[in-house]
């Protein structure tokens, strides 16, 4: 049939707030126009991330029951540690309480003043942790990831020349390769299996390990099933165990795809750098076998990891984004193609050309969804990007919205009326204005940074 339907039934609803423009125009004045300042209760559809918005299943909820709170050897964490290794075969798995910490502890370990660690392109808070430790973050994705348009199939990949170009002129600086499937930052890009095992390769050649950022692995692997030569007739499962079988650890948020509202570990196979991260973690998460986290929640993680790897449930996770990006480019709204796993992403400067990247287009049109509508997205450009080390400014090299679809939860009639939201914002794209911003810290500005419209 040409209708994907949900693979799920819904049993339990909360309400949404219905909100006015005219309320709309004062919370986002009250919110500095920042929109992670707003109220959830004041936004009706949240595309602001898919980061521990999913809708957990019954399964998920029943494995919530059965959560062992012991504080050290809790049943819940050698549930979770199987599920993990099912997948992910590495020697140490040590659970964190997201993906941020995960991070935050790998590179207090390998990162440092004068180090470099390259990928395909870092996002946000892995850039913030890399560089909270003086080292820079190295984006390398293929020409391909800059440009909107380019229909390549995986323009998540990482430029293998210029990796090699790095590794050699600079490799005593670099600690460690990493990659992020998807990529993210570019778009919720796909890597492809065979720049995996190149990238892998190479850092290996090189002495250097190689890491991946794995939060949306089995969207990762979907696409690779789906546009990768000889892989169409292998499981999702095979295809995920085989992107890490190239890797010596990883990182992993499991607010993505693991649909979990919390949690995430670190994994690798190096005794000694496992060790000093167990040592790290207790001192900031808590004991290895809990690491931040309930027991329930290692629970609910474990069944995710069980759910997320069903392929009539990616079939429809993959479809439900490109049905919005089919109609918004039937408006003549440019998006980055082809349409990522987890969200739409739209190219707010080529819709708003009028305001240079120094005035941030993305945060603009960001501003204007929420109050036409009742939308929160999330701007992916020069807010996010363009504040660098040494507090100078630089437009990013896009200015995108990300539309963040939460997993099993919005239908479709939320995704068309978001449709009928852009196709007024269109016709009055011209009178949108730019923002400046007022207040910011120094990292991960565009968290708390204060806006007011420009004149």
């Known amino acids: 049939m040409r209708t994907i339907i949900e ?17 709309r125009r004062a919370l986002l004045q009250a919110a500095s126009f920042n929109l992670f300042g707003l109220a959830s209760d004041d936004v009706m559809i949240d595309l602001l991330t898919d980061s521990g918005t999913s809708a957990m299943s019954a399964a998920q909820w029943g494995s919530v029951m059965r959560g062992d709170e012991s504080y050290a050897g809790s049943p819940s964490f050698y549930r979770f540690e199987k599920a993990v290794k099912n997948l992910m075969p590495f020697k140490h798995i040590i659970p964190t309480h997201q993906g941020r910490a995960a991070e935050a502890i790998l590179f207090s370990i390998v990162g ?26 190295v984006d390398l994705v293929i020409a391909e990831g800059h440009d909107p348009d380019s229909l390549h199939p995986f323009k998540g990949n990482i430029d293998l020349e210029r990796l090699e170009a790095l590794l050699a002129s600079a490799g005593e600086h670099v600690p460690m390769v990493m990659m992020t499937v998807t990529n993210n930052a570019g778009g919720g890009q ?27 692995f089995a969207e990762n ?24 079988a190239v890797a010596d650890g990883m990182t992993m948020s499991a607010k993505k795809d693991a649909f979990a509202n919390i949690g995430g570990w670190l994994a690798m196979n190096d005794d000694v750098l496992a060790a000093a991260a167990r040592n790290r973690l207790i ?8 690491g931040g986290l309930a027991g329930r929640d290692l629970d609910a993680i474990a069944t995710g990891l069980e759910e997320i790897v069903d392929e009539q449930y990616l079939r429809y996770r993959v479809r439900t984004n490109e049905y919005i990006g089919d109609a918004l480019l039937a408006l003549g709204v440019p998006i980055v193609r ?6 739409v992403f739209v190219d707010a400067r080529r819709l708003l050309p009028h305001i240079p990247p120094l005035s941030y287009p993305g945060q603009s049109l960001a501003v204007a969804l929420y109050e036409r509508g009742g939308i929160r997205s999330c701007e992916i450009g020069t807010v996010m990007f363009g504040l660098q080390p040494d507090g100078t400014e630089k437009a990013a090299d896009m200015d995108l919205v990300r539309l963040a679809m939460p997993r099993r939860v919005y239908t479709q009639s939320h995704a068309d009326y978001l449709v009928e939201v852009f196709e007024e914002l269109v016709g009055v794209r011209e009178s949108l204005r730019g923002l400046r911003i007022v207040s910011q810290p120094p990292r991960l500005r565009h968290f708390t940074a204060k806006f007011e419209p420009l004149a």
């Open 221 to 244: 692997a979907w696409f690779i099933k789906c546009r990768e030569p000889a892989q169409g007739d292998r499981p999702v499962t095979d295809i995920v165990r085989d992107m890490f």
């Open 112 to 137: 440092g003043a004068g180090e470099q660690i390259p990928s395909n392109t870092h996002f946000d808070t892995t850039r913030g942790n890399i560089e909270a430790t003086g080292a820079t973050a």
């Open 338 to 343: 082809p349409v990522g796993g987890h969200a």
């Open 283 to 290: 001192l900031t998460e808590g004991f290895p076998t809990y």
């Open 190 to 216: 796909p890597v492809s299996l065979e720049n995996l095992r190149a990238a892998s390769e190479l850092a290996h050649r090189y002495g250097k390990p190689f890491f991946i950022d794995g939060c949306r």
């Open 7 to 23: 693979p799920f039934r819904i049993k339990s609803v909360e309400p949404i707030r219905m909100t006015t423009p005219d309320e």
